[in-house]
């Protein structure tokens, strides 16, 4: 079982940066593979990123590839997001999900079990 709290949503101008934070607990999955998700107001959820249990596989939506980074410090069971070049198109809440039981390099198949409570991120013109 996993439960996730983010952190490091705010409001920033555009062309600026901004690190999301997800902190996992879970003894048995605390070093699951990962996602981030994120919904504007009226839109769907879109995919944004995911990475291995390893850290050394990474995947990315094509609106935010090249400008963020995901990435993991299993040590402290916390997966991050670090996002470049903000854009007034990124803001949406942000979500982090787990995907426990996934096993291939195929994130596309990934089912995420678990989500957090999202964080608030807004880019100003």
């Known amino acids: 079982q996993v439960q996730l709290v983010e952190s490091g949503g705010g409001l920033v101008q555009a062309g600026g940066s901004l690190r999301l934070s997800c902190a996992a607990s879970g003894r048995a999955f605390a070093s699951s593979p990962m996602g981030w998700f994120r919904q504007a107001p009226g839109k769907e959820r879109e995919f944004v990123a995911a990475?291995?249990?390893?850290?050394?596989?990474?995947d990315y939506g094509s609106s935010v590839k090249g400008r963020f980074t995901i990435s993991r410090d299993n040590a402290k069971k916390t997966v991050y997001l670090q996002m470049n070049s903000l854009k007034p198109e990124d803001t949406a809440v942000y979500s982090c999900?787990?995907?426990?039981?996934?096993?291939?390099?195929?994130?596309?198949?990934?089912?995420?079990?678990?989500w957090g409570q999202g964080t608030q991120v807004t880019i100003s013109s």
């Open positions: 990475i291995s249990s390893s850290g050394i596989n990474t």
């Open positions: 999900a787990a995907a426990p039981r996934a096993v291939g390099a195929t994130t596309s198949q990934w089912l995420y079990d678990y």
